[in-house]
Structure formats: C-alpha cells, structure tokens
C-alpha cells in the first residue's frame, strides 16, 4: 500500500462528488501474500476488474507475450554465440504506466485504515462508511493498476516505445522479441510483461540497456546476470561453453508431490504400447468427481511442463489431453504411469546444443489410426546441433485412409511451426537458409 501511495497511483475523491452510478461500478481493491522461494512474504494490492468484461471485450485488452519457441530459439543462439545473459524483473511495472480511462476504485475495511496511517492529512478526510458500518474509501486511478482489464496492454505499449526508442527493432513473427544491431554483435531483448531477458555477445552493452531501463524503473529492479539464471519458471543454464541447459526439477517433485497417491515406483518410459487404447464400452470405470478434478490439474500441470523442459513426455501428455473431460480408471493409470517416469527422472534436463544455424532439421513422423476416432497422431522435432529446439505432439484433426496419407497430413500439422521458425530465425539475422525435413516413408515421399 505504500508502494502505491508513493507511486501517485490514486488520489481520493469525495463520496459526495461522485455520482450513484460510479459509487455502484466502483471496482473493489484485493490484497494477495505469496511466499517466494527465498522465504520472503510479497504482498501485492490490486483491484477487482472482472466487472470490466461487460463493457470491455477481450480482444481490446489481450496483450502479447513472448512465445515459448521464441524463448528456446533465442536461448540455443545465446549459446552457439557465447553471449552474455542478464534476467531482469520491473517491480511495480503497471504502476509506472499511466492510465487512459476513468476508473474508480472502492478501499474498505483494513486496507481503508493502512492507507489512513500511510497518509492520514490526504485520506482521513475522504473516508465515509457503508451501511455495514465499514470504513470506505474511494480513489481515482491515475495509474493502471493489476488486475485492471488493460493494464498488461497498456504496459506492453509503453515498454514496447521505451525500447524502440532506444533503437530497438520488433521481430514481426514475435513481438515481445526486439533486437538492435551495435558494433558489438545483435542486442535482443524478449519480455513477458514485466520478466525479461537480455542478451549480447557484449556485457557492456546489456550494461548500457540495464542502466537505461534503471532510469525508468528506478534501483529496484531486480537484476539476474552469469551463465545460470530463471526465467518464466525455468531454470537456464549457459555455464557450459555452447550448450544451452533447461530444467524444471523443482517443478516436477511438486507436481509427484501434489498428487493425491504416492509415487514410489518408477518407470522406464512414460507411456505402454496401449496408450492410445480407451474402453469404448460402459465397462469404463469413471473418476469421481474430485479424482477428475485432480486428473484434469495434474494433466495441466504435465502440460505445462512438456511443452518447456521434459519434451519427453509431449506424446503421452498429448494423449492425456484429450481425456480430461470424462477421465476413467485406465486414464488414472495412464497419467500415473507419467508420474512414475518422471519420479525415475527428476534430475533429467533438456540439453540443446547448436552447430549451424544456417541449417535446420526437422523430422516429422506420423501414427496412423492410433485414437479410438481412427485419426492419427503427429510428432515434429527441430534441431540444429543435437537435441531438440523446438518439438510438438498432436492428435491429427482429420481422418486418413492410409500411412501414406497420415504422413502427409503429419508434414501438413507442422509446416506452419516450420515456416514460422525459419522466418523468425532470419528476422533474428542468423542467416538461416535451408530446412530439411526428414521423412521415413517411401510412398509419402
């Protein structure tokens, strides 16, 4: 709360200035405590803008954010380059943007008193009750606030400027990706609303854009630098000459630990050869309802986690997806087959290493009839080196009558991922001119 107060994020206004239908959309302040990892207690006040989506559409208030590829792309190009990294986090990055609608915001019971103690010349005066009896205090925003609809949109606008005028370019195929070419090799910079990474072959010049960036946000920000570091929930780590290391340790004890049986046994893979095969008849044994529920968290939770640092369990969770609707016990044991891989493979971490960047290959290969649908299953993987930048699982969306076919459809499924690649990797400068695509069926090819 003080944070706010001294950011000038509101300034009071008078209940009786207010008209009844502004003190009835008055949107309503929360508070939420989080412990990080270190043991420290983060408190962070927002307000309550869910009444917003019936006068705002969801398309006006979307804002962008880096994409996962792009974050693996640039990750194993750090790497081949030698460059040097920094993590940089912007605490109170909403309060920095300035808002452009009028919003009116209601502070009651104990944040109404905290703000009194903060400054009691400037509220004590404004505070009235409600029929509850209950302190009430009502603020303008001068500043967006988290939790506001457009908030993230009208930050990702301003940092977006800050940088371009800095002498940043926006890649068009991600545009959280920015890069700027200086005498010392290509700046870039990939951000997730107030997360981002910098990196250049040049430790002066993330220096430079660090301290230009300080000026804006001030000596609280948060600054990571050296070959390891966490990012968007992963840890990276570059301390190994040419190799870019990913790992989600941490994460996968939480999700074995979170699950409501115990996992002692492990497994050599995380999936059997019956994977695919589902109970038509209504021998099928449903979940109750609270083992659904946690069948559908724990498949979110492996989902999540497939599509970053184990992409070794991409098929298996691909198959898992699609049974989080009326899950049954095969399902139960098929997802706790996952667990009990992954208990066998904790310390696992996804290791890319680049030789060429001018070359990229990506094998794609195709199941044919393997759902209970008759439809196939396609799986892609990209390299430029050894181990995996950028791969994918999917169940096909349409019915084949032969292998032939199913592999066709497989190159189909992928060839937007392969050309949104390869057009991000030239934007980026790297140079990337050819992609070859493996495929192991004569007839297909």
């Known amino acids: 709360m003080r944070q706010l107060h001294d950011m000038k994020t509101f300034f009071p206004r008078d209940p009786k200035t207010l008209t009844r239908e502004e003190r009835k959309k008055a949107l309503s302040s929360l508070i939420f405590l989080k412990e990080k990892e270190s043991g420290e207690v983060k408190g962070r006040t927002c307000v309550n803008g869910a009444p917003q989506r019936q006068y705002i559409r969801k398309e006006d208030a979307a804002s962008p954010t880096v994409a996962t590829d792009s974050v693996f792309l640039t990750g194993a ?61 009502y603020v303008e925003l001068y500043k967006s606030l988290y939790g506001l ?26 545009m959280c990706v920015a890069k700027k070419d200086t005498k010392h090799g290509q700046l870039t910079v990939l951000w997730h609303v107030d997360d981002l990474k910098i990196s250049c072959k040049s430790r002066v010049e993330v220096t430079k854009l660090i301290c230009y ?25 570059f301390s190994e ?16 630990e979170g699950f ?28 109750s309802e609270d083992d659904a ?27 898992l997806t699609t049974r989080v609707k009326k899950p049954n016990k095969d399902d139960w044991r098929k997802i706790r087959k996952v667990l009990e891989y992954l208990n066998g493979t904790i310390d696992l971490k996804l290791r890319v290493e680049v030789k060429d960047l001018r070359v990229m290959r990506w094998f794609v290969d ?13 799986g892609a ?14 169940k096909q969306k349409v019915n084949t009558k032969s292998s032939t076919e199913t592999e066709l459809v497989g190159v189909d499924d992928a060839i937007s991922n392969i050309l949104w690649s390869l057009y991000f990797l030239q934007e980026q400068g790297c140079g990337t001119k050819h992609v070859i695509i493996y495929q192991d069926n004569k007839s297909a090819i």
């Open 241 to 256: 000459p040419g190799v870019f290391q990913v790992d989600l340790c941490q994460y996968v004890r939480e999700i074995i």
């Open 149 to 174: 609809m457009r908030s993230a949109l009208l930050f990702y606008r301003k940092l977006r400027k800050e940088l371009e005028d800095y002498g940043m370019q926006m890649n068009p195929y991600d």
């Open 260 to 287: 409501p049986e115990e996992i002692t046994k492990t497994s050599p893979t995380p999936h059997s050869d019956s994977l695919f095969t589902i109970k038509e008849d209504d021998s099928a044994e449903l979940l």
């Open 77 to 137: 190009i750090d790497a081949f380059q030698r460059r040097d990294v920094a993590y940089i986090y912007l605490p109170g990055a909403f309060l920095h943007t300035l808002t452009d609608e009028k919003v009116i915001m209601v502070v009651r019971g104990e944040l109404c008193k905290l703000m009194c103690l903060i400054e009691p010349k400037l509220y004590r005066k404004y505070v009235c009750k409600d029929k509850k009896g209950q302190p009430v205090l």
């Open 366 to 378: 195709a199941a044919h009839m393997v759902h209970w649908d008759c439809k196939g299953q396609t």
């Open 293 to 319: 529920m946690q069948f559908h968290r724990t498949t979110a939770q492996l989902l999540f986690l497939s599509t970053r640092a184990r992409k070794d369990i991409q098929t298996a969770v691909s198959f």
């Open 213 to 237: 960036l300080r000026n804006i946000y001030g000596d609280k920000m948060t600054i990571k630098r050296g070959g390891k570091g966490k990012y968007l929930g992963m840890n990276f780590d």
């Open 381 to 394: 993987a990209m390299t430029m080196g050894r181990g995996a930048v950028l791969s994918y699982s999917w």
